[in-house]
């Protein structure tokens, strides 16, 4: 696994220069600790034919005007950072291969209001995997997708889903019908929207709603309005801070997103609460607590990534994304920066995660109301974060 997520990386960060859960059934501390700093063994990059053009402004000398990028043409997008296009907007995204001939990248989509888990490549029309059958009549629907750490060999997805009577875990492997892995995750009139990580033990975090309930996030009992930690079965994982209880932190309301950094020392979760968005650190066995950041002016934070000096998130509810500077003990250092909100960005984010410590693949979801879409919405984008990968940076 660790030789494949070298060389998505280096792919993908090849392409923009030219243009986080699974179980497995091993062993787990039997008390909660930060897990260790591991350094995974880079994998090669692969020789491409040739390189695509670059992205607006990327590798261009000083002084040298970027190569213009023309509009898109129907479902057909010219700039060489965009993977899938013309989708329903997208809740969660996951890469999942890249071509070691062609260089291509291929990744996993869900729309959260129509069900659809879609595979997508530059220039190929969407294949639908899979239609969950979601109730998306609330702020639920198909909103979290993460792969197996050894997907390279068992194919195994995991979605979160809001079926008819209740939010769920499910996981879809080659050639059969999902299977639910977590069921009963309580269903209300808000509070719906889930989403999944991986922690660096193999266990899988998952981030649920309040149901509409807010008592319910402050009940040990309840699995709405937590972070939870479980292991393959959907059992509570080893390790977790109270034995027999799924539960690893209390208080949310309406998860956008969760992300865990690569040396799996800080988790991070967003959060839509009555009277501001925020950003919480996850801290096992604790209640969430005060935000590390907060946005009463609603901006419509949702995935994330953690990135060794700061904390990447999308805004679905204005366009680009922010990043948020960070010191090395986890305390930002200055507000957050707008990227990729210019006119040359991909507008609205919904789905944000990591690559690398530069790089992330985002989903966009222009065609909700408010948003501007162009032909080629919803789109499936890899950027990168210092250059100028279809945005800038103030």
């Known amino acids: ?48 034919p040739g390189e695509l053009p670059s992205s607006p402004g990327q590798g261009q000398q000083p002084g040298q005007q970027p190569t213009p990028v023309p509009p898109p043409q129907g479902c057909k997008d010219f700039n060489p950072a965009v993977v ?5 907007p997208v809740s969660g995204v996951a890469l999942a291969d890249v071509n070691q001939t062609t260089g291509a990248v291929t990744a996993l989509a869900t729309e959260r209001t129509t069900g659809r888990l879609v595979r997508v490549t530059k220039d190929v029309d969407p294949v639908v995997v899979q239609t969950f059958e979601v109730d998306a009549s609330t702020d639920g629907g198909l909103t979290s997708v993460t792969l197996s750490p050894t997907y390279p060999e068992d194919q195994l997805v995991y979605v979160y889903v809001t079926t008819a009577t209740d939010n769920r875990v499910m996981r879809l492997a080659p050639n059969d019908v999902p299977k639910p892995v977590l069921t009963g995750i309580p269903k209300g009139p808000s509070g719906n929207r889930g989403s999944l990580a991986y922690d660096r033990t193999g266990a899988l975090l998952v981030a649920t709603g309040d149901a509409g309930n807010p008592a319910s996030a402050a009940d040990p009992e309840s699995l709405a309005g937590k972070v939870l930690r479980i292991d393959s079965s959907g059992q509570p994982a080893r390790g977790n801070p109270t034995a027999g209880s799924r539960v690893l932190a209390s208080g949310l309301r309406s998860p956008g997103g969760m992300c865990v950094s690569a040396d799996g020392t800080k988790t991070w979760v967003t959060d839509a609460a009555a009277s501001a968005e925020q950003l919480y650190r996850v801290e096992a066995g604790k209640p969430l607590g005060n935000p590390a950041w907060s946005w009463p002016d609603k901006p419509g934070v949702s995935g994330c990534a953690s990135l060794s000096n700061a904390v990447w998130v999308g805004t679905a509810g204005t366009p680009g994304t922010l990043v948020l500077p960070m ?68």
């Open 1 to 48: 696994m660790s030789r494949l997520r070298g060389l998505l990386i280096g792919s993908a960060v090849g392409l923009l220069a030219v243009g986080c859960a699974s179980f497995p059934d091993q062993p787990a501390p039997a008390g909660w600790s930060q897990a260790p700093a591991l350094t995974p063994q880079a994998g090669p990059r692969p020789e491409l």
């Open 84 to 88: 899938g296009t013309c989708l329903s």
């Open 327 to 394: 010191g090395p003990d986890g305390g930002f250092t200055g507000k957050p920066e707008p990227f990729l909100d210019k006119e040359n960005g991909f507008g609205r984010v919904g789905a944000l995660v990591v690559v690398d410590d530069n790089t992330a693949l985002i989903g966009t979801v222009n065609k909700n109301s408010g948003g501007t879409p162009v032909s080629s919405d919803d789109r499936v984008v890899i950027v990168v974060r210092d250059g100028a990968a279809g945005g800038s940076k103030d």
